[in-house]
């Protein structure tokens, strides 16, 4: 298995645009979560999915911030519109079971200028 | 809210000498606590886990250590390789509420050659 996969690696955005970051999670696995690293902040959850169906949402910051996960292999973070304050590391991370180890992915280096 | 934090930001080690990387925890209710290792440009990659009705945990050159009593978390890698430097991170769970873990700052482990 390819582990999950996140794109782009990279992405470096004005203020005000629309930002959309990927993500597949392993296969078979029920659970998909949205994480955001920064230096001051550390690893904070912003939503988690079972089975493609959005469960807590309570770490999203803003209304500027939505996620969907239209299938079992495929979900979205949305950031509209971004700001500088967004410039983080996004990962995904997905598991089997609500409390088994979580696989992460490589992330995202979402920079807003 | 829950918080964990660690004691040392950085640590350096010669290599082929043990290391102790120390984690503190708040949250009393806290029953599972996973360490993550975390490469430069890669996402957290998990080493070894505890539940709280364990004290101690071993792993392949990795021991986890729990102290209810002080919430008190270690992880001790012994024989420490160049391959060992990342940051480290400590995580604990709730397992009577939402699948969420609560990531320390972090800990960057340098080994030196």
């Known amino acids: 298995d390819a582990g999950v996969i996140q794109s782009p690696r990279h992405e470096v955005t004005e203020m005000g645009q629309e930002v959309t970051l990927r993500c597949k999670p392993i296969s078979g696995h029920d659970y998909l979560f949205w994480y955001r690293q920064t230096m001051m902040r550390g690893l904070e959850l912003l939503i988690y999915f079972n089975n493609n169906v959005p469960i807590d949402d309570s770490g999203m910051p803003e209304d500027r911030f939505s996620a969907k996960m239209p299938n079992a292999s495929f979900s979205t973070l949305k950031i509209q519109p971004s700001e500088p304050r967004d410039s983080a590391v996004y990962f995904c991370?997905?598991?089997?079971?609500?409390?088994?180890?979580?696989?992460f992915g490589p992330g995202t280096r979402l920079t807003v200028l | 809210g829950e918080s964990v934090g660690l004691h040392l930001p950085t640590l350096s080690v010669q290599e082929g000498d043990n290391s102790i990387i120390n984690c503190a925890y708040s949250?009393?209710?806290?029953?599972?606590f996973i360490w993550y290792k975390q490469e430069s440009g890669k996402g957290p990659q998990f080493i070894i886990d505890?539940?709280?009705?364990?004290d101690k945990r071993q792993g392949q050159r990795v021991t986890v250590l729990l102290n209810k009593t002080v919430k008190h978390l270690s992880l001790q890698i012994a024989a420490t390789q160049p391959g060992d430097s990342a940051v480290y991170f400590c995580a604990e769970r709730v397992q009577t509420g939402a699948n969420n873990l609560f990531f320390g700052t972090g800990t960057r482990l340098t080994v030196i050659p």
């Open positions: 949250n009393s209710a806290s029953d599972y």
């Open positions: 991370a997905s598991s089997v079971g609500r409390y088994n180890e979580q696989f």
């Open positions: 505890i539940r709280s009705n364990m």
